[in-house]
C-alpha cells in the first residue's frame, strides 16, 4: 500500500540546467497538489492538477516552471535554466478527489532541488 | 488571504513531560479546516491533528490535543508524556471549508522546531 513516491530525493543542478520532478501518487488517486519549501519556511502551494488538467498554477512562477500531470505516468514538475533561488524541497501530495479534502491529503517525502 | 504565525522557531521539552506549540491565524471566514503536521528529519510531512472550525470540542489524538480558541483565532498543541520520537519540526496549517474557490490550498505556518531531552 504504497504512499505518495517522489523521486529523486535528491537532486543537484548546476545553474542553467533543467530539473525535472516525479511524483506518483497513490494508487487511485486522481488529484495531485505541489508544493515548495523554503529554507526556513513552511510549504507553499505552487500547483493543483486532474489527471491531463491544470486546475490551479496561481503559486508557481511564470517562467521557467511547468508541470504536468498525463493520463498515464506520474506528474512531473519541471523547471528550466534553474537559478540558486530555486533550490529548495519540492513536495507533492495526493488526493482521491474533492471531498477527500476533509481530512487533508497525502504528502510524499519531497525532494530536494540544490542549484550548484 | 490567510495567514498562518508560528511565533515560537525553536522549543524543547524533557523526556515525558508536556509541551506547547503555539500557532494563530488570520481569516475572514466562518468555517475552514486546521492542521498541524510533523515533519521528522526524514522530511516526511505525517498529519498529527485536525480540526474543524465549527465544531466546538478541541480535538484529541492519543498523546496529542489541541486548544482551539475561534474568537482568538488560536490554535496550538499540546504534546503529553513527550518521546524522543516526537523530536520534528511541527507545521500548523489553514484551509478554507468554503464551496468555491481555492478550498484545496493549504496554508502553512513557518514551523517550531521541537528538540525532545532525554
Known amino acids: 500500500n504504497a504512499g505518495v513516491m517522489q523521486n529523486p530525493r535528491h537532486l543537484v543542478r548546476r545553474r542553467g540546467q533543467e530539473a525535472r520532478l516525479r511524483c506518483s501518487p497513490v494508487?487511485?488517486?486522481?488529484?495531485v497538489y505541489w508544493y515548495r519549501q523554503l529554507p526556513e519556511e513552511g510549504l507553499k502551494f505552487m500547483v493543483y492538477?486532474?489527471?491531463?488538467?491544470?486546475?490551479?498554477e496561481s503559486g508557481m512562477p511564470k517562467e521557467r516552471f511547468s508541470a504536468e500531470f498525463p493520463k498515464e505516468g506520474p506528474s512531473i514538475l519541471r523547471i528550466q535554466q534553474v537559478v540558486r533561488g530555486d533550490s529548495a524541497a519540492y513536495f507533492c501530495a495526493s488526493s482521491p478527489g474533492q471531498l477527500s479534502l476533509n481530512y487533508g491529503y497525502t504528502f510524499g517525502s519531497g525532494t530536494r532541488l540544490t542549484v550548484v | 488571504a490567510q495567514t498562518v504565525t508560528q511565533s515560537q522557531p525553536e522549543m524543547s521539552v524533557q523526556e515525558a513531560e508536556t509541551v506547547t506549540l503555539s500557532c494563530t491565524y488570520d481569516t475572514s471566514e466562518s468555517d475552514y479546516y486546521l492542521f498541524w503536521y510533523k515533519q521528522p528529519p526524514s522530511r516526511q510531512m505525517i498529519l498529527v491533528i485536525r480540526?474543524?472550525?465549527?465544531?466546538?470540542q478541541n480535538a484529541t489524538e492519543n498523546r496529542f490535543s489541541v486548544n482551539f480558541q475561534k474568537a482568538a483565532k488560536s490554535f496550538s498543541l499540546k504534546i503529553s508524556d513527550s518521546q524522543l520520537g516526537d523530536a520534528a519540526m511541527y507545521f500548523c496549517a489553514y484551509r478554507s471549508k468554503g464551496s468555491g474557490g481555492s478550498n484545496y490550498k493549504l496554508t502553512f505556518g513557518k514551523g517550531t522546531l521541537l528538540t525532545v531531552n532525554p
Open positions: 494508487k487511485g488517486h486522481s488529484h
Open positions: 492538477l486532474q489527471k491531463e488538467n491544470i486546475i490551479d
Open positions: 480540526q474543524e472550525a465549527y465544531k466546538q
